[in-house]
């Protein structure tokens, strides 16, 4: 017997999750009710034009879907932008995406942790400073316990939130249906020309994909997933279209019963304020608590994936492995990891608001979708054999959209993500002299899957 018949078969993933599988995932990880957190800051921003914002913000996220599943084929252990990046351009733009989506991670539990405040005073009015310290210090202390937030708790979340969004929808039309409608009132949530501004909707359309943050998490479960080539593509695909769609009605609507968005009592709950009038208290209380819940699991499950992002770069020694890399011995947490990021979302709940932290968000976001879209458009065009239209559109498409509203995102974001991303490659290129050793982000894929 030879020896390789008589070496054991490496044990692997089963490839047991199918297209629809796929699609459940992907929906719970974005949750269908992603528009509504961001939806009131997103109106004033497009002045009104949410509907717009969500419809463009589904173009760009469509083509990079498409970048996402292509590269998932093509690397199908790998399931993140900063390695598609790093295997396909080169390694130190693989670190500068890496980089780039730490700030992504971090930024996530400092806006879950405004919007939570916001939503709890609603329920019980204490100073904002009370609530946002509550509930960092509880993200914190629940994930120094090792607690984690199952795939069938988010899964059960996102059956109750779709609930939500019916009993939504139900009031909405009973609302509207005493309200007299011309074909000027039903057309204004896509274009009202008198507050109609390209730039103003750009810069709401940069903070609008908000919503469909996650979805590149289905690329991670393509070792897991039969006939990745194929269906990992339809997947992500699909539940952009399904957020997209899903997500435009409730603006629509919201749009519709208060058309006038410069008068929210608060901008960063204005979806609840929204379902009150068109439902009552009854449904304020709902869709608040709801949204409180969900926006709790979201914070709970960032702050756990930015800790555990930190902790897989301190392990390769990209940053200090002593500090970031250390594990608590008992609970097999990164628990430095922990409390500092509870320290951020603490201090960061402070020093920005719900608009500015979701623009930071959105910053590491589309440095990281840019570098999908370029990685497909090298791999599947560029360095084809055989060039075929079809590979060259698409993430080219995604790459200028994603550039476009990048740029478009106010320029106090630009200018910290641009600090923070210059911090990043000043402090990898000491750390490989000049990028000359290699250096590599071992991502720990978080709830998510981002």
Not at 106 to 130: D, E, G, R, T
Not at 257 to 282: E, K, L, Q
Not at 321 to 344: D, E, K, Q, Y
Request: glycine share 8%; aromatic share 12%.
């Amino acid at each position: 017997m030879s020896e390789a018949s008589a070496a054991p078969s490496r044990p692997g993933l089963a490839r047991v999750l199918g297209l629809w599988s796929l699609i459940v995932y992907g929906i719970v990880l974005i949750q269908p009710t992603a528009p509504m957190p961001p939806y009131g800051v997103v109106s004033v921003k497009a002045e009104g034009h949410v509907v717009t914002t969500i419809l463009i913000g589904m173009v760009a996220m469509l083509f990079t879907a498409i970048s996402y599943g292509r590269m998932a084929a093509v690397y199908p252990s790998a399931g993140s932008a900063y390695a598609y990046v790093g295997h396909t351009i080169h390694p130190a733009l693989g670190y500068v995406t890496g980089w780039s989506m730490l700030f992504d991670y971090v930024m996530n539990p400092i806006i879950c942790v405004i919007w939570c405040s916001k939503a709890a005073a609603n329920i019980l009015p204490l100073p904002f400073a009370v609530w946002a310290t509550i509930f960092a210090v509880a993200f914190t202390v629940l994930n120094l316990q090792g607690v984690k937030t199952s795939a069938r708790t988010n899964a059960v979340i996102a059956v109750g939130l779709c609930f939500v969004i019916v009993l939504f929808v139900a009031a909405a039309l009973r609302y509207l249906a005493g309200t007299p409608l011309d074909a000027a009132a039903l057309t204004r949530p896509f274009y009202d020309p008198a507050t109609f501004s390209w730039d103003k909707v750009s810069t709401g359309t940069s903070l609008a994909v908000l919503t469909y943050i996650g979805f590149d998490g289905i690329s991670t479960l393509s070792e897991e997933a039969k006939n990745p080539r194929r269906n990992i593509l339809l997947a992500t695909v699909i539940v952009c279209l399904f957020t997209g769609i899903v997500g435009s009605l409730q603006v629509y609507l919201a749009q519709l019963i208060w058309p006038d968005w410069s008068s929210y009592p608060d901008a960063d709950t204005a979806f609840v304020h929204v379902a009150g009038r068109a439902g009552g208290p009854w449904l304020f209380a709902t869709v608040n608590l709801s949204l409180l819940v969900a926006t709790v699991g979201s914070g709970m499950g960032a702050h756990l994936g930015a800790s555990r992002l930190l902790y897989g770069m301190g392990r390769d020694d990209a940053i200090p492995r002593r500090f970031f890399g250390a594990l608590n011995p008992r609970t097999h947490v990164p628990s430095n990891n922990v409390i500092l990021v509870g320290a951020l979302a603490l201090a960061g709940a402070f020093a920005v608001d719900y608009d500015l932290g979701a623009q930071l968000l959105n910053f590491g976001a589309f440095i990281a979708f840019m570098g999908v879209n370029l990685s497909a458009l090298l791999h599947y065009w560029w360095r084809a054999e055989h060039k075929k239209w079809a590979n060259l559109f698409p993430p080219l498409l995604g790459f200028l959209i994603c550039a476009y509203l990048w740029w478009s995102l106010s320029v106090p974001a630009r200018r910290a993500g641009l600090v923070w991303l210059a911090t990043g490659i000043a402090y990898g290129a000491w750390k490989t002299k000049g990028f000359k050793k290699p250096i590599e982000f071992r991502e720990a894929n978080d709830e998510s899957g981002r």
